[in-house]
């Protein structure tokens, strides 16, 4: 599967996590897509919702599983803007969601950021379930870096 398939779903990943930080939180966006169509959005919302738990992805994943079936997400993709945290992927595994594709590399933003996080590659956690995952990235890491670089410094 040729990465530039991704590039469109993945700029709005990257658009979302800019659109977060105009609203005032971190910047990390997400879309669900199902046979080539954006689905469902979600951006970054701690700060205004005063919830550390919610991440882009985690919010995606609110949405989905309230509206579709384990078997209907099984067949979709998430494009995150950056690749998700320990918790977003677990949260993602245990959706149901079939594949994720991200933009920022774990790493790239910590370097970015100076270090934080749970150092925990999604693949490593994926890697750990029952059930495959799959997963692309980083595609156009670029593009989701001069966000955060806008941001972190």
Partial sequence: ?????HYPFIREAIA???AAVDHGNEPFGAVLVKEGA???RAENTIFTESDPTGHAETNLVRLAGAAYSAEF????TLYTSTEPCAMCAGAIYWSGIGRMVYAC???R????????????????VFARGARAVEVIGPVLEDEAVAVHLAYWR
């Avoid at 599967?1 to 398939?5: E, G, V």
């Avoid at 997400?73 to 979709?76: G, H, I, P, V, W």
């Avoid at 910590?110 to 996080?117: D, P, Q």
């Fill in 1 to 5: 599967m040729a990465d530039d398939i």
């Fill in 73 to 76: 997400l099984a067949d979709c």
């Fill in 105 to 107: 590399s774990e790493k």
């Fill in 38 to 40: 954006v689905i469902l």
């Fill in 16 to 18: 979302l996590a800019q």
């Fill in 109 to 124: 933003l910590k370097a970015i950021v100076g270090g934080g996080g749970l150092n925990l590659p999604s693949r490593e």
